[in-house]
Every structure is written in C-alpha cells, then in structure tokens.
C-alpha cells in the first residue's frame, strides 16, 4: 500500500506562487510515475504534471512555463512549484502514484484570487 500526504496548499493573490509538496511512503520509492492532478468545482480532474522516477517530465497545456514538477526519490517526495498563478488554478490538487493512477492522496486546496 502506497501513502500519500499533500501539503503547502493556501490562498494566493493571482500572480503569486506556492510550492506543494507530497510525502509518500517508502514503498513508493520504486513507482516510475508520480503525478498532480486538479479539480475544480464542476469539472473533471485533470492532469497537471506527471515525474518519472529518472525525472523525464510532462505538463498540462495550460501550466507550461508556469509550473515546475520535481522529485526526490531519496526522501520520497515530489514537489510541484507553481508561479504567475491565475484565477482558473483555484482547484484540489491530488498527489497521485503510479501509471493509472493506482493511488492518490487527500488533497489540497489552491485558491487564487483576482
């Protein structure tokens, strides 16, 4: 069983940054794919950006050039720093492991306010 816990979630004035952070538990160290996905009020979740484990990396249209994904494989975390936030970001963001998912966090909430 694979553990999730999200944090660093929070209210922000549009333009500003916030870093999230995932804690896994030690048996996710061998898990290829980690990935954040969101979702907002009404919609469908949807894929932020996804890390392999030797750090090849991919990112939804509409967060490039914005939002950075990274990964330590020796603390079992992943790390997803988001910059020049918009109003449209204001989601649930999930820590999720594994090619389907297979696992998925909690959540955290990112507000942003115009």
């Known amino acids: 069983q694979v553990h999730l816990v999200e944090s660093g979630g929070g209210l922000v004035q549009a333009g500003g940054s916030l870093r999230l952070s995932c804690a896994a538990s030690?048996?996710?160290?061998?898990?290829?794919?980690m990935g954040w996905y969101r979702q907002a009020p009404g919609k469908q979740r949807e894929l932020v950006a996804g890390i392999t484990i030797g750090g090849s990396t991919n990112y939804a249209d509409s967060v490039k050039g914005r939002f950075t994904i990274s990964r330590d494989n020796v603390k079992n975390m992943v790390y997803l720093q988001m910059s020049s936030l918009k109003p449209e970001d204001t989601a649930v963001y999930y820590c999720?492991?594994?090619?389907?998912?297979?696992?998925w966090g909690q959540g955290t909430q990112v507000t942003v306010s115009s």
């Open positions: 999720a492991a594994g090619p389907s998912p297979d696992y």
């Open positions: 030690r048996s996710a160290q061998y898990i290829d794919i």
